[in-house]
């Protein structure tokens, strides 16, 4: 009897395991696209960026670039943090005039949200809600971890942010590399903007980044391209990577589309739950 009920035991935990596995095998299913408004009117590149900067670009964008005032992100990815990946859909809106982002993420299993994750940055102030992991409400190092995950993604995704917003300082270190000092952070917090010496577009971007409120030491953070693609119109990268320090990947991005120039003022107005409309 006793070899019996052992057996029902591990039968169990065995089919627990392996049904928690299959669930995260499913790639989560894709948010709602966004109708996009009218296209954005263009402008000159700005004048004195340093050369690797200006060819990046005009690899881009041409010789003008879209006067982007906010812009809604939307994707899928695998998070692993733990080193299991796991299926999710994310949604990230920006607010260039106020340099605030809202990140709006769901971890799935067997396509079904079991876990949502919710981070507003308002002009430096986050409020970060980690579901059962916990809260973080307007605290110094997830504040200046908050400002580099704006300027890193824009960066990417919507870089006619970056590339105009006269705040932001370019120092090239060589034809390749260049040093990029972000308002209201130290210089040792700036990042550095690699590009492929063939495409003059970036590779890579690193920087020394709070990990977490625990940590006294800034980390080493990598975000990393794995491939540029055409999304909506725009030369952006579709699959990027994110990591720290000498460890596994902690997440891997697919970019499914980009709308530029619309509301994003509702969702930064609120913090948690979905924004009617």
Do not use: C
């Not at 340099?99 to 067997?110: G, R």
């Amino acid at each position: 009897m006793l070899i019996r009920i052992l057996m029902i035991i591990i039968s169990v935990i065995v089919v627990l395991l392996v049904g928690g596995w299959l669930g995260l095998q499913i790639k989560a299913s894709a948010f709602p696209t966004v109708a996009v408004g009218a296209a954005p009117s263009m402008i000159p590149i700005p004048e004195g960026l340093p050369a690797p900067v200006d060819r990046f670009a005009r690899a881009v964008f041409g010789d003008s670039l879209p006067d982007v005032q906010s812009a809604l992100v939307l994707g899928r990815a695998q998070l692993a943090p733990t080193g299991l990946p796991m299926p999710t859909r994310f949604r990230f809106y920006y607010d260039a005039a106020r340099s605030s982002h809202y990140h709006d993420i769901q971890v799935t299993w067997f396509n079904l949200t079991f876990m949502r994750i919710h981070e507003r940055n308002l002009e430096g102030h986050t409020q970060l809600d980690l579901a059962v992991i916990g809260q973080v409400n307007d605290q110094p190092k997830t504040n200046r971890a908050a400002i580099q995950g704006y300027w890193s993604e824009v960066l990417a995704w919507v870089p006619s942010i970056a590339l105009t917003d006269p705040r932001v300082r370019w120092e090239a270190v060589d034809d390749t590399i260049v040093r990029l000092y972000l308002p209201g952070l130290d210089d040792a917090e700036a990042f550095t903007v690699r590009f492929a010496a063939d495409t003059g577009l970036i590779s890579q971007i690193e920087t020394m980044r709070y990990q977490n409120e625990d940590n006294a030491e800034r980390w080493h953070w990598f975000n990393r391209i794995l491939e540029w693609g055409t999304v909506d119109g725009l030369r952006v990268p579709v699959r990027a990577q994110t990591q720290w320090r000498a460890d596994s990947p902690w997440a891997t991005w697919e970019i499914e589309q980009i709308a530029l120039n619309v509301d994003v003022a509702p969702r930064l107005a609120q913090f948690g739950g979905d924004v009617p409309g």
